[in-house]
């Protein structure tokens, strides 16, 4: 109420505030200032924790985690952000990309973190990669996707099908001539993958999510047989659940995102057209975003909710009256993902439609 009674009077008073303002924030005089209070911060508190530094999202997001993100601030101008959580007083750190690369390893060194965590080969630029992992910190990989060896990440090839994995990678090099790489810094297959190994043979230790992207990558890299663990925690490809619909009741299931093909898009439009001409009495839910709403909008048995956050997605289900969540992705890693999701969230698994 005062905001709105005033703001107008300080407008009125100081009519060149907003472009000082503005000048201000461009300007940012108190950058450095701001920039060595962190970095020494950083150096100072976290080293008690002993923490491990993910690129990527961690496994468990409570309690103090520490996480390294890329950010394509524009076309080719990449920066690196440390985010910092559950230590009061610290939050993020940014890093121009390569200007602050040597500021990124000095900090991280000053950090005492105990290890590196990389995860994919295909959200992060190579050279940062490459950076990241040249020996200065230990590092395991935890592998979630095939983007190590297929430029593809998920080797989904037309109508996202996933491709039989040839073992000719002049096979592999026409599909990417003609659909394009989904990984930064693609040159050509074979230096792709060699790469790939020299990354591999300086971990210090190997994991895979499921035991089909283990035998995947044992498959290109067999030298690698005896270093890639079994990740006992792996829910590996979850059992195809059908769920027995009866015609007259209502049945939702909520798809927790659409918003690309390795996340199930087309499947979604598949399930969707097909319980229609079943005339099955379903709706999906969609809880997230999609790759294209006014395409999913002209089915009239899926219903946008909108993006919801992780701390409402309980709400929205029960709000929704949601029954199920629905596993569509044709990529492993992404079915394990909604999997557990929907153990957390105590709801069954759909991965097709049948009238009962």
Same mark, same amino acid.
């Given at each position: 109420r005062l905001v709105a009674r005033n703001l107008h009077r300080l407008h009125t008073r100081y009519p060149h505030h907003s472009d000082e303002y503005g000048q201000y924030l461009a300007d940012d005089p108190l950058y450095a200032l701001r920039r060595n209070t962190q970095r020494h911060w950083l150096a100072s508190v976290v080293p008690q924790y002993q923490g491990t530094l993910h690129m990527g999202t961690p496994e468990s997001e409570e309690g103090v985690t520490f996480t390294l993100k890329p950010i394509e601030r524009r076309p080719g101008q990449w920066q690196v952000v440390l985010i910092i959580t559950g230590i009061t007083g610290l939050d993020a750190i940014a890093y121009a990309w390569p200007r602050q690369s040597s500021e990124l390893r000095e900090d991280i060194l000053a950090a005492g973190f105990k290890s590196l965590e990389l995860k994919t080969f295909g959200e992060w630029p190579a050279?940062?990669?490459?950076?990241?992992?040249?020996?200065?910190?230990?590092?395991?990989?935890?592998?979630? =996707?095939?983007?190590?060896?297929?430029?593809?990440?998920?080797?989904?090839?037309?109508?996202?099908?996933?491709c039989g994995d040839p073992a000719d990678t002049r096979e592999c090099t026409a599909c990417i001539a003609e659909l394009g790489p989904l990984v930064y810094d693609y040159t050509g297959m074979i230096p792709w993958r060699e790469r790939t190994q020299r990354i591999f043979s300086k971990a210090n230790?190997?994991?895979?999510?499921? =035991?089909?992207?283990?035998?995947?990558?044992?498959?290109?890299?067999?030298i690698l047989s005896k270093r890639i663990a079994k990740n006992k925690t792996s829910l590996n490809s979850p059992p195809a659940s059908r769920l027995a619909i009866k015609s007259k009741e209502p049945l939702r299931i909520a798809v927790l995102s659409a918003r690309s093909l390795d996340e199930g898009y087309?499947?979604?439009i598949e399930q969707a057209n097909k319980a229609l001409k079943q005339e099955l009495a379903v709706e999906f839910i969609v809880l997230g975003a999609t790759l294209n709403d006014t395409k999913l909008q002209q089915l009239p048995n899926i219903h946008l909710a909108g993006v919801v956050s992780q701390t409402k997605i309980q709400h929205a289900l029960r709000l929704h009256d949601c029954c199920a969540i629905a596993n569509f992705s044709p990529c492993t890693h992404r079915k394990i993902q909604v999997a557990k999701a929907a153990q957390h969230l105590d709801l069954p698994l759909v991965q097709d439609c049948i009238t009962a």
């Open positions: 050279s940062i990669i490459d950076h990241l992992t040249d020996g200065f910190i230990p590092y395991n990989l935890t592998l979630e =996707d095939y983007s190590g060896y297929c430029p593809r990440k998920y080797r989904l090839i037309r109508n996202a099908i996933v230790k190997i994991s895979a999510l499921s =035991d089909d992207i283990r035998n995947a990558y044992i498959r290109r890299f067999p087309l499947q979604l």
